[in-house]
């Protein structure tokens, strides 16, 4: 048995046989119809507009009005109903006419056949243009939403603030934005997963809403980043407005897995006025003013001002940050290098060391690290500019290999953040690096600096230890510099101990930096660890070092760093 098809049916008829000659016709094509009749414009408006419609079939000449006039008001209504026009005295010209003026199909009375043809080929059109404005609405809110969080997303607030910057610079009116960063938000994350997560930021951003005005904008700017425009509004009414985000989030608990999670969040807060230069500046200082609110202890709330000097600090970091992310994508990062020569006067061991240095190539000039690396520790950038140097250090080693055939014993060293050192991939990336290359694992020795490593000594003493066992080295870089960490030296396997250069540079003039260096070697000695002075700058210090024992030396002295090219092999 065969399953009626329903179809709303507004027929514009004023003979009521016709109309029952057009239902049975319509029935018969196995429809199950709902049929309103009408004979005046005046219902067929309000049949427009209370009810929905599959279809419209017409007769061309009523009393009062003609199909014409029907096509006109059912355009009017903007509403997507095919029209067919059912006539018994209709000319061609006319019906041409008709089309041109928006009718579907017309027929003639005394071929009522082609009618449920007629009205199964305009549903189907009607079907696939709502299916069509369906996809490209779905597209437009899309380009303009979040699709995780139904809020506005990047594209569209960075339309509605470019209008309120011209709304400020031209109508002198004041906007506020808001720049929310979550705090912790990476702890659920890395704990719970990226489900977790998301599902925090679909609950977070309905909390959000309620606290904004009907006319503000709120958006999520990506991960856990939200912005807030907030329209015609003083300064006042916004620190309102954020401290009310503030406390939504501060009080917003989220449960996941029988565990429940409290999370907070850092504002940055800008006005604009006619006073405003640009959008970007704009983006840019609401970031300063919500990384400043972090640095002051998180979940707090930031003003932007000019002159403020920890947002000027943030500015110039942000530079760096820019011009190490191109150095890394353009492999505009410099290696050098600094011998390290034996001391000692055995005789066994008369192969130099090279530490491999970091640099940036700018304009016309090479920039030291210390101008760039704060930037690229407070971003998070040293894990990829610590893998950047070990693999062009081993493509350097290999390359001298290759050519020479072997290489001096070494080892080479390789300086390590501590954020890399809390990368747990790195240890894998080594291995990696290690399988393309020819090199003896014994020839790499990788430095991290005391005070890394004592910060983070469980994470310290596992990496070392995996490494040591695939038979890389360690040393300790500017040992001596916290001096109470020498009980340290039975938890933290390495090599080498470099003894900070601040005391070695001093350490003719100043009795306690000669001690200290002393008090390090001889330790050093006695943990079977060889030791290293750095910053060795005159021939007075080395033969002071060498009187003390010290087994290695490195400093201008002896060396000034060179820039590691391939034809100056090894």
Same mark, same amino acid.
């Given at each position: 048995?065969?399953?009626l098809?329903?179809?709303k049916? *507004?027929?514009?008829?004023?003979?009521? /046989?016709? &109309?029952l000659?057009l239902?049975?016709?319509?029935?018969?094509?196995?429809?199950?119809?709902?049929?309103h009749?009408v004979?005046?414009?005046?219902? *067929?408006?309000?049949a427009?507009?209370?009810?929905?419609?599959?279809?419209?079939?017409?007769?061309h000449?009523?009393?009062?009005?003609?199909?014409?006039?029907?096509?006109?008001?059912?355009?009017?209504?903007?509403?997507?109903?095919?029209t067919?026009?059912?006539?018994?005295?209709?000319?061609?010209?006319? !019906?041409?006419?008709?089309m041109?003026?928006?009718?579907?199909?017309?027929?003639?009375k005394?071929?009522?056949?082609?009618?449920?043809?007629?009205?199964?080929r305009?549903?189907?059109? &009607?079907?696939?243009?709502?299916?069509?404005?369906?996809?490209?609405?779905?597209?437009?809110?899309?380009a303009y939403?979040?699709?995780?969080?139904?809020?506005? @997303?990047?594209?569209?607030?960075?339309?509605?603030?470019?209008?309120?910057?011209?709304?400020a610079?031209?109508?002198? *009116?004041?906007?506020?934005?808001?720049y929310l /960063?979550l705090?912790?938000f990476?702890?659920? @994350?890395?704990?719970?997963?990226?489900?977790?997560?998301d599902?925090?930021?679909?609950?977070?951003?309905?909390?959000?809403?309620?606290?904004?005005?009907?006319?503000?904008?709120?958006?999520?700017?990506?991960?856990?980043?939200f912005?807030?425009?907030?329209? $015609?509004?003083?300064?006042?009414?916004?620190?309102?407005? !954020?401290t009310?985000?503030?406390?939504?989030?501060?009080?917003?608990?989220? &449960?996941?897995?029988n565990r429940?999670?409290?999370?907070?969040?850092?504002?940055?807060?800008?006005v604009?006025?006619?006073?405003?230069s640009?959008?970007?500046?704009?983006?840019?200082?609401?970031?300063?003013?919500?990384?400043?609110?972090?640095?002051? %202890?998180?979940?707090?709330?930031?003003? #932007?001002l000019?002159?403020?000097?920890?947002?000027?600090?943030?500015?110039?970091?942000?530079?760096?940050?820019?011009?190490?992310? =191109?150095?890394?994508?353009?492999n505009?990062f410099?290696?050098?290098?600094? &011998?390290?020569?034996?001391?000692?006067?055995? +005789?066994l061991?008369? $192969?130099?060391?090279?530490?491999?240095?970091?640099?940036l190539?700018?304009?016309?000039e090479?920039?030291?690290?210390?101008?760039?690396?704060?930037?690229?520790?407070?971003?998070?950038?040293?894990?990829?500019?610590?893998r950047?140097?070990?693999?062009?250090?081993?493509d #350097?080693?290999n $390359?001298?290999?290759?050519?020479?055939?072997?290489?001096?014993?070494?080892?080479?060293?390789? $300086?390590?953040?501590? =954020?890399s050192?809390?990368d747990? +991939?790195l240890?894998? #990336?080594?291995?990696?690096?290690?399988?393309?290359?020819?090199?003896?694992?014994?020839?790499?020795?990788?430095e991290?600096?005391?005070?890394? =490593?004592i910060?983070?000594?469980?994470?310290?003493?596992r990496f070392?230890?995996?490494?040591?066992?695939?038979?890389?080295?360690?040393?300790?870089?500017?040992?001596g510099?916290?001096?109470?960490?020498f009980?340290?030296?039975?938890?933290?396997?390495?090599?080498?101990?470099?003894?900070?250069? +601040?005391?070695?540079k @001093?350490?003719?003039? /100043?009795?306690?930096d000669?001690?200290?260096?002393?008090s390090?070697n001889?330790?050093?000695?006695v943990? %079977?660890l060889?030791?290293?002075?750095?910053?060795?700058e005159?021939?007075?210090?080395?033969?002071?070092l060498?009187s003390?024992?010290?087994?290695?030396?490195?400093?201008?002295?002896i060396?000034?760093p060179?820039?590691?090219l391939?034809?100056t092999l090894?």
């Amino acid at each position: 048995m065969s399953t009626l098809k329903a179809l709303k049916v *507004l027929l514009i008829e004023d003979s009521e /046989d016709d &109309a029952l000659l057009l239902i049975r016709q319509i029935k018969k094509g196995g429809f199950e119809l709902n049929c309103h009749r009408v004979e005046t414009s005046y219902d *067929l408006k309000l049949a427009l507009s209370s009810e929905c419609w599959d279809i419209c079939i017409t007769d061309h000449n009523l009393p009062s009005f003609d199909s014409t006039q029907a096509l006109v008001i059912i355009q009017q209504s903007g509403l997507d109903i095919p029209t067919v026009i059912v006539s018994g005295s209709i000319g061609e010209e006319v !019906a041409v006419e008709a089309m041109k003026a928006g009718a579907n199909d017309y027929i003639m009375k005394d071929n009522l056949t082609r009618l449920v043809p007629a009205i199964e080929r305009e549903l189907r059109d &009607a079907e696939a243009r709502r299916a069509r404005r369906n996809a490209e609405a779905e597209i437009h809110y899309m380009a303009y939403h979040d699709a995780l969080t139904g809020l506005n @997303n990047r594209n569209e607030f960075d339309i509605r603030l470019r209008q309120a910057l011209q709304n400020a610079q031209h109508n002198k *009116l004041q906007y506020t934005m808001l720049y929310l /960063d979550l705090d912790q938000f990476k702890i659920i @994350n890395d704990t719970c997963g990226h489900i977790a997560g998301d599902e925090l930021l679909k609950q977070l951003s309905v909390q959000l809403r309620r606290q904004v005005r009907e006319g503000d904008t709120l958006a999520r700017l990506g991960g856990d980043e939200f912005g807030v425009l907030l329209e $015609n509004c003083p300064l006042d009414s916004a620190s309102d407005v !954020a401290t009310k985000l503030l406390l939504a989030v501060k009080s917003f608990s989220f &449960a996941w897995k029988n565990r429940v999670f409290a999370i907070g969040v850092s504002i940055g807060m800008v006005v604009i006025n006619d006073q405003s230069s640009s959008v970007a500046s704009i983006m840019s200082a609401a970031d300063m003013a919500c990384y400043a609110a972090k640095e002051q %202890g998180r979940n707090r709330i930031r003003l #932007y001002l000019d002159g403020d000097v920890e947002i000027k600090q943030r500015r110039g970091e942000m530079r760096w940050v820019n011009r190490i992310k =191109a150095a890394l994508d353009e492999n505009k990062f410099l290696l050098f290098r600094q &011998a390290i020569i034996p001391l000692g006067e055995d +005789g066994l061991d008369v $192969n130099r060391r090279y530490e491999f240095l970091l640099r940036l190539q700018g304009d016309g000039e090479i920039i030291l690290p210390g101008a760039f690396l704060p930037a690229a520790e407070r971003f998070d950038l040293m894990p990829a500019i610590d893998r950047w140097v070990i693999k062009n250090v081993f493509d #350097y080693l290999n $390359n001298a290999l290759e050519i020479n055939g072997s290489l001096p014993e070494g080892p080479y060293f390789i $300086n390590l953040s501590g =954020a890399s050192l809390a990368d747990d +991939g790195l240890f894998e #990336y080594i291995c990696s690096q290690l399988k393309k290359h020819h090199i003896t694992p014994s020839n790499i020795c990788f430095e991290v600096t005391e005070t890394v =490593a004592i910060a983070n000594l469980d994470v310290t003493a596992r990496f070392i230890a995996r490494c040591r066992a695939e038979g890389f080295l360690f040393a300790l870089d500017d040992f001596g510099s916290g001096f109470c960490s020498f009980s340290y030296l039975k938890a933290i396997p390495v090599d080498y101990l470099k003894v900070d250069g +601040g005391f070695v540079k @001093n350490m003719l003039d /100043d009795v306690i930096d000669c001690s200290i260096v002393e008090s390090v070697n001889s330790i050093g000695h006695v943990a %079977g660890l060889k030791t290293i002075a750095e910053f060795v700058e005159t021939v007075e210090i080395m033969d002071k070092l060498k009187s003390i024992g010290v087994d290695f030396a490195q400093g201008y002295c002896i060396e000034r760093p060179e820039p590691v090219l391939i034809d100056t092999l090894l």
